[in-house]
């Protein structure tokens, strides 16, 4: 969260599979109740719904204004970044993100989604916000990531964003975005996890917990029977390869150019992937990308006076 004149500047990157701010990661999850619910530990209610917020993740669907479940999740969003910050009323400007190649077409429909109520008054984790959105801007995702140090990428590089549901891939020469080389794919790490599923499935008869499968994906390994262990870590190694596959086919060549990777499947290719470490760039910080956001955003309204 960065400030600017009287207001907060919060990023937030609205995946599929997770939320991010600057400092929070959640379950993009929704669950609407007619009535309070038994568990109230993440419960958020604003026009007297009541919503339990991270407790699966969102399928897949190309407009994330389809409904209102990345609004309230937003909202969500800003009440964690400002508990950190011991603050319930604030003016907020939202800097937010889409898919590189979506970036275009559905902008200004996602600001205008995300500019709905000006002000919004609810409570979440039993503590009530007072909010006023004063505006809001839309980037492109993975490239925010590396923004704010595009200055030091000289030669050719291949920025690789993989979130859970799109990957997304921009070629940068001589620090510009290459606008001709700039692809996003359907290949996040949630077809990882199903390829898994059916691995599983088919070699052993069972059916695993998506949490399960995120935990061996994140670390590499899980307390869990050896023969289960190899069929996962085989299933992620060859999703891991197709990544390498999609990359070449998207010109990428490790002995031209370097590759860096952003996202939180950059994971995925540090525990299963085959590349050369010398010329590939992880970084680990699942939150890159919505500081980036914030970085854009300060940037654009500093140069534009605050408009």
Sequence with gaps: MKTFNDFKIIGID????????????????????????IFTNDLLVWNNRYYTIGSDHKEFTADKFADDDY????????????????????????????????????????????????????????EDYHIE?????????????????????KGSTMLCDIGNGTMNILQITDRKPDLLHMFTEKYGVYQCTLAVKEAMMREHHTNLSEALITDVLKHGTADIDKAYLQTICAAAKEYTAQIFRTLREHDYNPKLMRLYIVGGGGCLIRHFGEYDKERTFINTDICATVKGYEYIAFTKLTKNGGG
């Design 71 to 126: 609004y309230i999740l937003t909202l969500a969003a800003i009440a964690r970044e400002l508990r950190r910050a011991r603050l319930t009323t604030a003016k907020v400007f939202i800097a937010a993100g889409l898919p590189l190649t979506w970036v275009t077409r559905q902008k200004q429909a996602f600001i205008e989604y995300l500019l709905q109520h000006k002000t919004v008054d609810y409570s979440f984790r039993k």
């Design 14 to 37: 609205h995946g599929y599979g997770n939320m991010k701010t600057a400092n929070c990661c959640f379950q993009t999850g929704v669950t609407r109740w007619e009535t309070e619910p």
């Design 133 to 153: 959105i004063v505006g809001a801007d839309v980037f492109p995702q993975g490239f925010a990531a590396i923004a704010e140090k595009l200055g030091e990428f």
